[in-house]
């Protein structure tokens, strides 16, 4: 595959899901980018908003395996990763394979689950492997993580701790759409497009997941400039050190960023990374690595108007 290719892929598969899903692009584009780098993402966002069905939707355009799990207080690890069991027949132990083995997997309400079932991702989503009973075993590639949260309801839930938000690459935030999107969502069912259905909104594959895997290959063509590298770190730099963050980002923020503008340069039709590259995927890489102090959320201050300040605070380079 050329690097040419991924432009035409990236374009043909953000306008097949929005056959289904209408509006929403920055949700779109990002779980897009997300699946062709390798990365993981945490949708955010109230219930009935499209997150399972833009997921379900996106593998069918891809063209590969799709898994969910409702995450709930009595699941187990081990509901998630697979287990041994013992064969009568073979007088040995055979390991059943959990929904992770899969190529897309989202975690529905990830923090409805304790912290015992969520550390079971940590393997999963860093190594794309499971270790059950002393052997490891290798998940499918491409293989991409979706996990989505409520804001809204914090009664019986779990907060996801930091060695887990850090493993996602995108945090994503989905609010309500404007009036015209929902007047054509509306219209879909008007006219009996059921998105419950999805055979009556005419989706077809274009592409397959060894596609997927090509253009992980490709976009490492991409060019990164030493400047555009010390604009990562300063950006790192400037949000360890600000004043309203107890809490930066850690160096896998850095090589996320990095990875995503590569993806994102490709997508756009480029071979090299630019700063706005930079600038339009910090929020996506930084929102949820970034922990205020108690006095700047009680005032109001968010994540993203935090990074807003740290990206004006510091200079971009010039072409």
Request: proline share 8%.
């Amino acid at each position: 595959m050329e690097l040419s290719e991924v432009k035409q892929l990236f374009e043909s598969v953000v306008e097949q899901i929005g056959k289904v899903v209408v509006g929403q692009l920055e949700l779109v584009e990002g779980t897009v980018i997300a699946l062709f780098a390798e990365g993981s993402v945490l949708i955010e966002g109230p219930p009935g908003l499209g997150k399972t069905l833009l997921v379900n939707v996106l593998s069918k355009t891809v063209s590969c395996q799709f898994r969910r799990v409702q995450f709930t207080p009595d699941l187990m690890p081990s509901d998630l990763t697979g287990h041994s069991i013992y064969d009568l027949k073979q007088q040995a132990f055979s390991f059943n394979e959990g929904p992770v083995f899969t190529n897309i997997l989202l975690t529905d309400e990830i923090n409805r689950s304790p912290p015992k079932t969520q550390s079971a991702l940590l393997e999963v989503m860093q190594e794309a492997q499971v270790s059950v009973d002393g052997k490891t075993h290798i998940l499918k590639r491409p293989f991409l993580v979706i996990a989505t949260q409520n804001p809204i309801e914090h009664e019986g839930t779990y907060p996801l701790p930091e060695a887990q938000v850090d493993r996602f690459m995108f945090k994503l935030l989905v609010d309500y759409p404007p009036p015209a999107d929902e007047l054509e969502i509306l219209g879909h069912y008007a006219a009996g497009r059921d998105p419950r259905r999805l055979s009556d909104f005419d989706l077809h594959p274009v592409m397959q997941a060894d596609d997927v895997l090509q253009i992980q290959h490709v976009v490492r063509q991409v060019i990164v400039e030493p400047k555009i590298l010390k604009y990562i770190v300063d950006i790192l730099d400037a949000a360890r050190s600000w004043g309203s963050v107890t809490i930066g980002p850690s160096p896998r923020a850095g090589v996320n960023l990095l990875l995503a503008a590569r993806t994102m340069a490709a997508c756009r039709g480029r071979d090299f990374v630019t700063p706005d590259d930079i600038k339009e995927l910090a929020p996506w890489v930084l929102r949820h690595r970034l922990r205020l102090r108690p006095e700047a959320e009680l005032e109001g201050t968010t994540p993203d108007e935090t990074i807003r300040a740290i990206m004006d605070s510091v200079e971009a380079p010039r072409s």
